[in-house]
């Protein structure tokens, strides 16, 4: 119980020590009140960031459409080998990739009937730019998945 008293007084010593009595003047050592201070840092607002940061990713959308592609299951989106993306009916992923040649792939995800008798080996070289939206849609035909350019409007 003594700990207690002695924990709040070595809490209030520091306030207690910052006071000063009324009736006395300043310290020397603090600025009269005839010369104005400096703004404090945190009084200056600060100014936007106006020099625009160079954009060095291309970006991509691939969109799954309802009609386009007629099955239920789910599509993966390998890029580089790497499944990156689970796309549902009337999903879009949006990525940013650095510039250059991406490896796109893609296959049913799946239980059941969803698993597909071979897995689709065809894939798709897709040339990146920095700074540009590239947009696809997933189309599928006789041979398998495929992506389509879409319209940037899309």
Same mark, same amino acid.
Do not use: W
């Given at each position: 119980?003594?700990?207690?008293?002695?924990?709040?007084?070595?809490?209030?010593?520091?306030?207690?020590?910052?006071?000063?009595?009324?009736?006395?003047?300043?310290?020397?050592?603090?600025?009269?009140?005839?010369?104005?201070?400096?703004?404090?840092?945190?009084?200056?607002?600060?100014?936007?960031?106006?020099?625009?940061?160079? +954009?060095?990713?291309?970006?991509?959308?691939?969109?799954?459409?309802?009609?386009?592609?007629?099955?239920?299951?789910?599509?993966?989106?390998?890029?580089?080998?790497?499944?990156?993306?689970?796309?549902?009916?009337?999903?879009? +992923?949006?990525?940013?990739?650095?510039?250059?040649?991406?490896?796109?792939?893609?296959?049913?995800?799946?239980?059941?009937?969803?698993?597909?008798?071979?897995?689709?080996?065809?894939?798709?070289?897709?040339?990146?730019?920095?700074?540009?939206?590239?947009?696809?849609? +997933?189309?599928?035909?006789?041979?398998?998945?495929?992506?389509?350019?879409?319209?940037?409007?899309?």
């Amino acid at each position: 119980m003594r700990v207690l008293p002695l924990l709040f007084a070595l809490l209030c010593l520091p306030a207690l020590a910052d006071e000063t009595p009324a009736d006395s003047p300043p310290p020397a050592s603090e600025p009269s009140a005839s010369i104005p201070s400096a703004p404090t840092p945190m009084a200056v607002p600060l100014a936007p960031l106006t020099l625009p940061a160079p +954009i060095d990713y291309g970006i991509l959308v691939i969109s799954r459409e309802r009609l386009e592609v007629s099955t239920a299951c789910d599509i993966g989106l390998y890029l580089q080998g790497n499944l990156t993306a689970r796309l549902y009916q009337g999903q879009s +992923i949006t990525l940013n990739l650095p510039p250059g040649d991406v490896l796109v792939r893609l296959g049913l995800l799946g239980g059941g009937h969803c698993q597909p008798q071979f897995e689709q080996l065809r894939s798709q070289t897709l040339q990146l730019s920095a700074g540009q939206v590239h947009k696809y849609r +997933i189309a599928m035909s006789q041979s398998g998945l495929y992506l389509t350019p879409a319209p940037q409007n899309y």
